[in-house]
């Protein structure tokens, strides 16, 4: 079992469209979470890290469950500008400072 | 926010010669580095970890003595990919991890350097 596993994608939907990532991992010593955003041939941004309690950043909102070991994130009212790669992304274990990526779930929006 | 710059950006050289990668911690000081390789439409992996002062910690399948790493002072890392081959070209990106404000885990990363071995 992959220690991150995400959606394959790639995901291709109208501007305005709502649409949610999945991801699971493997490593129950996990403590932080992330989701990252890796546009073509650059480097990965941090989007937004994911606590238990959930979090909102305006149109992005992640949720965490540690039972199931399930990360998501939701992205609603898509921009062009969304278009890009969202990467899962977890601590190797505890107290480690490590992460641990999946390989993406490609996004783009269409005009 | 915290700002990592890599240079250079783009390296093309030929097989059996060596190429050294700068990270450097522009606005604040890490005191660990990662070094990261990313082949295409692959997740990033993470090659090694580097502590100011000390040896850096290399991941299983890594070779330590053909991927030398520097770190000698808390904003500046180095990566010398020795005797480079063709099967060495990768997107290289390092990260710095900055501690304190309660976000200890977050890591900042370079813009990357592309590797390319004829």
């Known amino acids: 079992r992959k220690e991150v596993e995400q959606d394959p994608g790639p995901f291709n939907v109208p501007e305005g469209a709502t649409v949610a990532f999945n991801c699971t991992y493997s490593?129950?010593?996990?403590?932080?979470f992330f989701w990252y955003r890796q546009d073509c041939r650059k480097e990965p941004k941090l989007l937004m890290s994911v606590y238990s309690s959930g979090n909102e950043d305006g149109r992005f909102t992640a949720q965490l469950n540690r039972a199931s070991q399930y990360i998501s994130l939701l992205i609603r009212d898509s921009k062009l500008s969304d278009s890009a790669t969202y990467l899962c992304?977890?601590?190797?274990?505890?107290?480690?400072?490590?992460?641990?990526f999946g390989k993406g779930t490609k996004l783009s929006v269409i005009p | 926010g915290a700002v990592v710059s890599q240079h250079p950006s783009r390296v093309i050289c030929k097989s059996g010669t060596s190429v050294k990668i700068e990270c450097r911690s522009l606005?604040?000081?890490?005191?660990?580095m990662f070094w990261y390789r990313q082949f295409p439409k692959q997740s990033l992996m993470l090659m090694a970890t580097?502590?100011?002062?000390?040896?850096?910690t290399y991941e299983q399948g890594v070779e330590k003595d053909k991927f030398l790493i520097n770190h000698a002072s808390l904003t500046l890392s180095t990566l010398t990919v020795t005797s480079a081959h063709p099967e060495d070209s990768s997107f290289y990106i390092c990260?710095?991890?900055?501690w304190g404000g309660g976000r200890s885990y977050e890591q900042y990363f370079g813009p990357g350097t592309r590797l390319t071995v004829t």
């Open positions: 990260s710095a991890t900055h």
């Open positions: 992304v977890v601590t190797s274990g505890a107290g480690s400072y490590q992460l641990t």
């Open positions: 606005d604040f000081q890490a005191t660990t």
């Open positions: 580097s502590n100011e002062g000390s040896k850096a």
């Open positions: 490593n129950s010593a996990s403590q932080s």
